[in-house]
Every structure is written in C-alpha cells, then in structure tokens.
C-alpha cells in the first residue's frame, strides 16, 4: 500500500477538475445510453470511430499519479480514481461525501441506468460498493488515517429503488486496533440498506509500534477502499 | 420488480452483441485511459467533441428491453445492462458468470485501473459488488428463481490486487424460504475475500401459496441483483 501522497495545488486541484472533468461526464453519459441504444449497425459503427478518436487523443499522455495526491488545504487525499467518489472516473456516481464536524459522514447522489440490478432498483452490490467507501471513510476520518475493511454486512430491508439517495455512516465505537462503523442507504422513505463494518488499522500504522504487533497486520488481513 | 422477460432468439443475441459490444469495450477503455489523461486542454476538448457526437448519435435510438431479455435456448435471463455482468454496460468488468452441473458458478476476469480504490489493490467496494452478485446467481440457480438479497456479510483476509482474479459460489443449504450461500474472492495464490449470503424467495414465489405468507416478503425485505 501506497500512502506517500503527492500534494496538489488549489490552483492545479481546479485546473485539472476544469480540464477533464467534462470528459468523465461526458463517459458517464455515454455509459447510459450505450445499455440502451438500439440504432443501426451503420450509426454504431460511425460512434465507435467517434470514441476510438478519442481514446488516441486522450492516451497521449497518461500520468499514474491521479489516485494519490492530497490536496495542501485539507490535508484530505484526492481520490479522483476511485470507483465509488472519484471525479475523474465514470464508474462513480460519483458519490461526493460531506464530512460534518462530529466526524459522521454523509452523501446525497442520483443513481440511473448504469447502477441497475432488476428493473427500476439498484442492483444490491452497488449498495454495497457505496456503503462500503462511506463506511471506509467515516473510520478512517476522511481518508486520513489508514484503516483496512476487516469486514462489513449489510442487512437489505427492502428494495433501493433508482433515482435520488442518500447514504450516511458513523463511527459507533473504537477498540485498540478495531474501529466499529455504521451507516445507511435511505430513499425518501427511509432506510433500504444497512451496514456495519470492522476497519483495522495496520501494524505499520500503530503508534510507531509496528514490530512488536507486526503480525496483526496480516492476520487481521483487510482491504482498504 | 418485473419478471416478465421478453425471449430473444439466438441470432438476435448474436447480432446485438456484434453491434453494440464493441462500443462497450471501447467505453471500458475510455473509463480506463480517462481516469490518468495529462493531455492538454485543446486536446481534451478534441476528444470531448468526439464524445458528445457519439453521444448524440447512440441517443437516436433506445429501447428499455435490454436489462430483461430471456434467451430463447437457456432460459435464462439475458442481464446486458447488469453492472456486475452487463455485456452491455462499460461499468461491468463484465464478470462472466460460469454455472457448473452441481449449481456452484464461478467466473474469471481481470480487474483494471477503474476499479482501484489504494494503487495497485481493488476497491474493498468491488469486491462486494462481485460477490453479491455471483453469489445472487447461485442462490437463483442462473437468475431463473426470484430470490432477494436479504443479508450479505464479508471478510476481507487481505487486499486484493488488480489483475487476474477468480470468483466462486455455491448454496450451502436452504431452509424454507431462506437459501444460504458462500462464495470467494480469489488470485493466484488463493481466497482473498469471504462472502456469506441469505437470500429469499419473495411471497409471490412461493407454491402459489402467497396469500398466507403474503407478509413476509416486506418484513423479510431483500434486494435481487
């Protein structure tokens, strides 16, 4: 694991957001209607030469470092690559997630097409994809603190239907080594989806202790998001 | 939830997937070589022109049937638009799902730079995404039986790395109207992440029986993928 973050600019945050963030949407965009379309096999061909054009263009210049710069006002790491809140990939809703002050975390976001299981409902792992981060998040204090998912479960109460949502997690506690976290995925009826989680922090991590606990870190195993 | 499938010949299947599967596998490569582009600003605005053509041009036609085709010959349902499995939607790795003559499914599939969450490992949020899903299929037996997700818990033993990777699932056993399933994560060198499952079959499934069960389906909630 990799937590020697670049640093970036407000300025470069912002010009690069500028730059490429219309592409994201634009693939966003792309990625729904491409499920769906049905035109003729002469129209699909003259739009798949149209993205081949593009990715010539944009393969150009490739740079690794988009997934580990943080950015030099809130110390908090910039995940522009990251599946479930990265502003540069269009696998992500993205879901944006609010920190309040208390340490809880929150997002509202619109999930279409592109994140449906059976007609009209979100498919059950992309809640949990979703709850996962936000879970992830909210324990390790906004990507600040390396935590690895030990475990999660999610209790499916009833559907999650496509459309406007909100996600929400907390810490409910911590032990030594363990950090216990909580969190939801609600409509506007109420909750659809709940989720606990176990987040580890790693040996390495551990008040500089790191030797004498070595071991935990791969017994505990875990991932992080 | 709407389970009347529309069947699709086999030659249908055949010509939709010549038509529109290279445009997906083009949009995968977009999301990947989107995500870490360091072209400059007139290049980005070239190749976002050439998206929004092919944008307007799949636009010209769509049909809502993709996400609920029955193959003619199988049976089973044809998921395109599936975001873990959808041969059709560029979210999807896609995990082609396997079904061995015991019922058990497993599937191969590589894991790139669009579903990272630290550098070089995937996304804990992924790998959930999965592991519902393929363990939804086995406890459905390939998505012919209605069964909801009712909990799904999992155990992360240690990151798993972006490339080559292998899941499994099978029904452990099943109770009424409960099926348990278990299903791994794997690379090379074996079981990175554990995944358990209770799924339901909804009132509406049950014998015909589901005027005195009928409440069970919403206290027991769930979520089919």
Not at 33 to 43: K, M, N, R, S
Not at 94 to 101: A, C, T
Request: charged share 25%.
């Amino acid at each position: 694991m990799d937590f020697a973050f670049d640093v970036i600019s407000t300025e470069e945050y912002a010009r690069q957001r500028e730059s490429y963030g219309p592409l994201t949407d634009a693939l966003r965009k792309l990625i729904d209607i491409g499920i769906h379309t049905a035109v003729d096999e002469a129209t699909a061909r003259e739009a798949l030469e149209h993205l081949e054009k593009a990715a010539v263009l944009l393969e150009g210049e490739q740079r690794r470092a988009t997934s580990t710069l943080r950015d030099a006002q809130s110390g908090r790491p910039i995940a522009w690559a990251n599946p479930a809140v990265g502003l540069r990939n269009a696998i992500a809703p993205p879901m944006i997630v609010e920190h309040n002050r208390d340490g809880s975390c929150w997002s509202e976001f619109t999930l279409g097409p592109a994140y449906e299981g059976p007609p009209g409902w979100v498919h059950g792992g992309i809640c949990a994809l979703l709850l996962d981060h936000i879970l992830g998040e909210v324990a390790s204090l906004g990507l600040t603190q390396p935590r690895f998912t030990g475990t999660i479960s999610l209790k499916y109460l009833r559907g999650t239907p496509l459309g406007q949502l909100r996600a929400e997690a907390f810490v409910e506690r911590s032990e030594e080594i363990k950090t216990f976290a909580r969190g939801y995925l609600k409509d506007e009826q109420g909750i659809t989806v709940e989720a606990e989680g176990v987040f580890i922090t790693p040996a390495w991590a551990r008040d500089g202790d790191g030797s004498s606990k070595g071991g935990l870190a791969t017994e505990a195993g875990g991932n992080f998001s």
